[in-house]
Structure formats: C-alpha cells, structure tokens
C-alpha cells in the first residue's frame, strides 16, 4: 500500500517569514495530492491540492510543488503569519482509491 | 463550497453504553464516507469507508461490531460506538467525497470528541 512520509514534525518560524513542509510517497499510482490544515479540536480543512499533471500550483501565500519522478511534494506558506498556525497533513490518493496521509506537522508563527 | 456536519461536537458517556454519531453533507451526495479516528498529536487513523445502501469497509484492527456504521441515504452516515469503554475515548472526524468526483478532496466534518468515563 501506500506511505507517506512529512517532514518537519514540528515547524517554528518568525511572522512574516516562509514555511515549507516536504512529504514523500511511495505509491507511483497516486496521482492526487491534497494538503489540509488542522486546528486545535476541528476537523482538517482543505487548503490546497495538486494534481500529477501539474508540477506547481499556487493560491494567493500558499503553494504546492509536485515532483512525480522522484514521489515528493511539497507546501509553501509565505508571508506568514499567526494564524497560519496549526497542524498541516499532506496526503497521497490514488485513483478512486483512500487517501493516505502523513504524520503531520506543527507549525507555530511567532509574532 | 461542499459542507459536512457532525454531531455531537463533544459527548461524554459512561462506560458500556453506547455512543452514536452523525456525519451529513449538507449540499452534496456523498456515496462514500470515512470515519477517522484521532489520537492527540497524532495523524488521522482511517476506521471505515462507509458506503451508501452497502456494507461499510473495515481497516484492519477495527472491530465491526463495537464500531457500527451505517450509510443509509447519500447524505447520512452514523457511528455507533457500542459498549464504549474508556480506551475508546479519542476525537473522531468523518468526511466525504463528493459524488462522481473521485479525485475530489475531502471535504471533513468538525469532529467528535468522546469521553468515556
């Protein structure tokens, strides 16, 4: 089956600054990425997602790389800030099939 | 955009009754539905794939009988968590992939946290 692998688990970085969290997959027939945003006792929220006929993708501070060859995407978040806080899961699927998700990572923005 | 909700947000009950939890997409059909179950500080456990007018799909190590799902409409899917014990406290999150979509990501509901005592 499918693995993914996120990294960092944790993420501390100065507002204003970027923020990248990389995750790894192991199942070439995942063709679909999404990535989601957790905070403290709610449900994951979508924010972003890729395809695998698209290699980047980007929404206002936030983007998404994809490199299908070597099974790695990545999330951007520039221009930080404190209520970009929050836990990020990244999440491989492949066709008509369940999404696998990382571990997650712990950002904290400092003010 | 697609909407999930789950009900109760927080519930408390005492060990061996049971605990039953909603998950309905509020403007889309939803054939298939997930069950999750979190841990603190940890990623999303998958439970099930309930699905629509059939029998859900368990994950491995999941016991279908203390776990009941039920997907009887395209818009409703239930746990029951039955005989709950204290162990089976953890914050559980549904979600929903819309219909005829299946790359579509999922749209979650605000979770459930159960207390056992």
């Known amino acids: 089956g499918e693995n993914v692998e996120q990294h960092p688990s944790t993420l501390s970085v100065q507002e204003g600054d970027s923020a990248v969290i990389k995750c790894t997959y192991s199942?070439?027939?995942?063709?679909?990425f999404p990535w989601y945003k957790q905070e403290l006792g709610k449900g994951p929220q979508l924010i972003i997602d890729?395809?695998?006929?698209?290699g980047e993708k980007k929404d206002q501070r936030i983007a998404v790389t994809l490199n299908k060859t070597a099974k790695h995407f990545s999330l951007h978040i520039t221009e930080t800030q404190p209520e970009d806080s929050a836990v990020y899961f990244c999440a491989a699927t492949p066709n008509a099939g369940k999404s696998t998700f990382g571990d997650g990572t712990t950002l904290t923005v400092k003010p | 955009g697609a909407v999930v909700s789950q009900h109760p947000s927080r519930v408390i009950c005492k060990s061996g009754t049971s605990v039953k939890i909603e998950c309905r997409s509020l403007d889309f059909q939803a054939t298939t539905m997930f069950w999750y179950r979190q841990f603190p500080k940890q990623s999303l456990m998958l439970m099930a794939t309930s699905n629509e007018g059939s029998k859900a799909t368990y994950e491995q190590g999941v016991e279908k009988d203390k776990f009941l799902i039920n997907h009887a409409s395209l818009t409703l899917s239930t746990l029951t968590v039955t005989s709950a014990h204290p162990e089976d406290s953890s914050f559980y999150i549904c979600?929903?992939?819309?219909?005829?979509?299946?790359?579509?990501?999922?749209?979650f509901g605000s979770g459930t946290r159960l207390t056992v005592v």
């Open positions: 199942d070439s027939a995942s063709n679909y």
């Open positions: 890729i395809r695998s006929n698209v």
């Open positions: 979600s929903a992939r819309t219909f005829g979509d299946i790359n579509y990501g999922y749209t």
